[in-house]
Every structure is written in C-alpha cells, then in structure tokens.
C-alpha cells in the first residue's frame, strides 16, 4: 500500500511538475510590451509596497526562484531575472508577495516559519521512529504499550509535517493573488496577459496541493499500520 501511495503522488507530482514547465515555456515566448525584466518589476513592486531592504539577487536553476526572510533576499532564477516576459512578471510578482507578506506579518506565513524547526525534525526523523514502533509492537506482542507510544510519537512528529504543508496552501495562494491584484492595478499587465500569468501561478500552486495530499495519504498510511497491529 505504501508503494501504491507513493508511486501514484510520485507520477501525479510529475504530470503537475511537467504541466507547470510547459506554461512557463510558453508564457516566456509572451514578450512585455514595458520591457522591464523580472528583477525591476520586483524592485518596483517592492518599493511601491515601501520595502526597501530587501535585495533582488540573481541564482541559478530553473523554477529555484524563492523569498528569503532570513536575510530579506528575493532570489530569481536567471531567466526570471533578466526576462522581460510574462513568466518572468508572474514569477518575480508572485515571490515579492512573500515579502510584503512578510512586511505585513501575514499570519499563514509567521505560523509557517514557525513550524519550519520542528517540520524538518519530523520529515528527518518521523519515519524511523514509527518504524522503531512496529518492531516493537512485534517484539513485545504481550506489552504492545510501549511499541504504540514509540510510533505514535512517530507519527505525531509526521503529521507536523504535513501540518507545515497545509499551512503553505494559503501562504502561497495568498501570493499569488497579491501578485496578480499588483500586476492589473499597476497595467503592467492586463487582458489575455494577465490571464496567462494567473494560469502559470495556478499551476505553481498545484505542485504545493499534490505535496500536502501526499503527506496526508502517508500520514493517514502510518495511522492504519498502527491500529491494524
């Protein structure tokens, strides 16, 4: 069964994954007629928003576009950088949507941060801890208390997990929608334009909705092991 989980979000991951570069692939062919790339449509949405201490830098990596909040960095794949196309608009909008979030103290995003610690602790060690459980429950088939306390931590410290994924959605679609409300108000972009990069982030966003439906069919996979031992 767990084979059939993971295999089943593992090929679903991949149509949304490769849905989400064919959109951007074309929408990068959509040329701006301001001709501003991504990195002085972030700078101006930034500055427009009164954020001025956050610095656009360039990385590398295709979709590896991510806000930063550590050091209040926006970091921008190449071709999201130095594009001027409604990929790039959409892209560099969306993650400035995280900063001013940020400027904001959005909630879904400060509860987000918060449960990064203990989210990486789970997804590292949850695991092995509920695997340490069912051997115990094997092992000690007359005092089974002891195996079920061990995996049921286990599966406390995964679903925190898939708590952070689920706190993501709205964090993300939130994004979004600062992105796409900014992109219209300001003309930058309008029409069939507009469209086209409310269609790409949509798709971006659906990559985060196949990662929490996965955790939680793993989650709810862990719990039936528990209680059929």
Not at 153 to 178: D, H, K, Q
Request: proline content about 2%; charged content about 15%.
């Amino acid at each position: 069964m767990y084979w059939l989980i993971f295999g089943f979000f593992m090929i679903l991951s991949l149509i949304v994954q490769a849905r989400l570069k064919s959109k951007v692939r074309k929408y990068s062919k959509e040329f701006l007629p301001s001709g501003l790339t991504g990195r002085e449509i972030a700078e101006k949405m930034l500055h427009e928003h009164g954020i001025y201490d956050v610095k656009v830098v360039c990385i590398k990596g295709t979709l590896t576009d991510h806000y930063n909040p550590t050091n209040k960095t926006l970091n921008l794949s190449e071709d999201v950088y130095n594009g001027s196309h409604v990929a790039a608009a959409a892209v560099a909008a969306h993650e400035c949507g995280h900063a001013v979030q940020h400027q904001e103290a959005y909630h879904w995003l400060g509860l987000r941060s918060a449960l990064v610690p203990m989210a990486n602790i789970g997804g590292t060690l949850s695991t092995w801890i509920i695997l340490a459980g069912l051997v115990l429950l094997s092992v000690l088939a007359n005092n089974p208390l002891i195996g079920e306390v061990v995996a049921l931590i286990g599966v406390g410290l995964y679903g925190l997990t898939t708590l952070f994924t689920f706190v993501t959605l709205p964090v993300e679609y939130n994004a979004s929608a600062r992105a796409l409300a900014w992109l219209e108000n300001t003309g930058l972009l309008s029409g069939a334009m507009h469209n086209d990069a409310k269609d790409a982030l949509r798709w971006a966003a659906r990559t985060y909705v196949v990662a929490a439906l996965a955790s939680l069919a793993t989650l709810l996979y862990y719990l039936s092991l528990i209680t059929r031992r």
